[in-house]
Each structure stands twice: as C-alpha cells, then as structure tokens.
C-alpha cells in the first residue's frame, strides 16, 4: 500500500523555517510557558510572539484570534510570516519585557497547576485588557471585524518596533556627538487652536504667541495682540527624528522694545500617539476608532487624558494642558500624526 505524502512534502515547506521556529524555542526563556512558567511549551502566538502551554493555551483561544493567534509548534503548519514575527518579537523574555512591565502589587502570575479562573484572569489582563504594560504603550485591540488574520504578524512587530524605538530615544535623546545625517519616521502636525485665561505681561493684557521646539527644529504661531483668550487656529509642522524627544512648548508675550516675557511652558510626550499609529498601520484600512490614550498625571500638563482616536482615515490627539510655572493659562491643541512611508 502507498502512504499518502507527508503533508510537510506537499506543501515543500523549506526545512529553515521550522528550524529557526525550534531554535527560537530552545532559547532559555522560551523553555517555559510565558504565562504560567510551565516546563516544554508545545505551543505559541504567533501574533503575540510567546511560547505557551496546553492550558494557557485554551485561554488564549478562548481570546479570539484578533488578539491571540495560537498553533501548535509540533502539529500546525506555520506560514513564512508566523515564523518571522515569532523572531521578531525574539521570544518570551523579550515579549514579557512589555507585556509585564508593571505587575501591579497584589497582582502575580498564575503557577503551572493554577485554577482556569485564575489563569485566564491573569491572561486576559495582560493581552486583552494591557493592564500590566507602560501606560503610553497601552494599544486597544482591534475588533474581530477589523481583525483580519493577515494583519496580525504585522500588528505585533510593530508594537515591539515601537517599544525598541522607544527605548533607544531614551537612551540617545540626551547624547552628545552623535552628530549628522537625521532619519526621520514621520511629520506630526500641531494645531494650536486657542488659548484660556492667559497671564497678564503687559499693563493689562499680553501680546501671545507659542514657540514649539523639537530637536532642533522651532516652529511658532502668530502674534495676537492684546488679548488673553487668543484664537489661533494655526497649523504647525514638525518632522519626527527616530531617536524623537517630547515637544517643548512655551507660550511668549511680544515685545517691541524688551525681551520677550514667558507665559508658562509644557512638555508634550508624543511617544503614545506615534506607537499606537505604528501599531496600527494605514489607519485608512479602519472606521473611526479610539486607538489609544495619553494619561494625566502629576509628571505630565493635561487637563485631562488625552484620547488618540482614527478620525477619517488620519490619527488625531486632541488635548488640553496646563501651562506650567505661570500663575495662570491653558492651551488647547490637536496633534496629528503622518507617517512618511504614507
């Protein structure tokens, strides 16, 4: 009798493939479920870029495929580009390096004979709900609507691109001699729509205008005399460098025959609005849809969180801020984001 053909024959799947699928899981880390730290994962998502086993597996099923792409390392056939985003991503360590940033206290991983509450309370906020990752990175999934299969490789090598880009700005933004030829990832575009209750310089009013500053690009608005609730409406451009910082603004009263006087200062962290664009891709591909969420807090300006949203095909920031080391004065201001590969 003749067997059939090993189905791996059929598809002429390229030996090197597999191979560096079983490398990638003979790395320390990836020994052991990235979840629960159960010994010999036999299984993966591929999406995500982490070794799982048989338990947390039906977890992550139980997930949907938008935000969990499971397959078996031993019984699924894997496409060229589940493998690739598996390297990517480099494994579990690298993957629980975002994933679990920041474990709250009286949060812990579930062991390996944990209950199926406790794991999948455990899975879902780390993957779905992204509670355990650094608040500028947090992304909300895509609904199954939008979530086609194809797209998710892509989706998560590019949250891990943008973290690693992320990473080396801290490190670098502050160096000095690395001088010379700038790349640049995109053009952000600042809409300085209007100031509120801005502090006197003058006798009785102030002449404002605000100045960005990013690297060493500086952009500023127009003057407006004598007023203290100016309405600009103004669009600014700044290019994007890869090793970016945050976008310094200072708010200025003219003056003719003096230096001009500060009306307060923010720092605007755009970190979030670009890796949650990354994430997503062309956001000409999706609806309108909130993305992702720039959080107030006691180290930042806002008034209050900022919600990046896709708004007809383009990725926009809406935000208010409170203009610091001045007695008084809020900006409101609307970024948007155009990635130059668009």
Sequence with gaps: MNRPMNRRMELGRPASGKKRLKDLLLLKDNRFCADCGAPDPKWASANIGVF????????????????????????DEWSDEDIDAMVEVGGNASANAIYEAFIPEGSSKPVPDAGHDDRQRFIRSKYELQEFLKPSLRILSMPPAVAKSSLQPSFSKKLMNSFRISSLSKKTQNSEGNQGMVEFIGVLKVKVIKGIDLAVRDMLSSDPYVVLN???????TSIIKSNLNPIWNEELMLSVPQNYGPVKLKVFDYDTFSADDIMGEAEIDIQSLITSAM??????????????????SNDNALIEDSIISIVDGTVKQPMQLKLQNVESGELELELEWMPLDQ
């Design 214 to 220: 990013l690297g060493q690009q500086t952009v500023q």
């Design 52 to 75: 799982i086993c048989l338990k947390c597996c039906g977890v992550h099923r139980s997930l949907g495929t938008h935000i969990s792409k499971v397959l078996s390392v031993t019984l």
């Design 279 to 296: 994430a997503f891709g062309d956001p000409g591909m999706f609806g309108n849809m909130q993305i992702g969420k720039w959080l107030k």
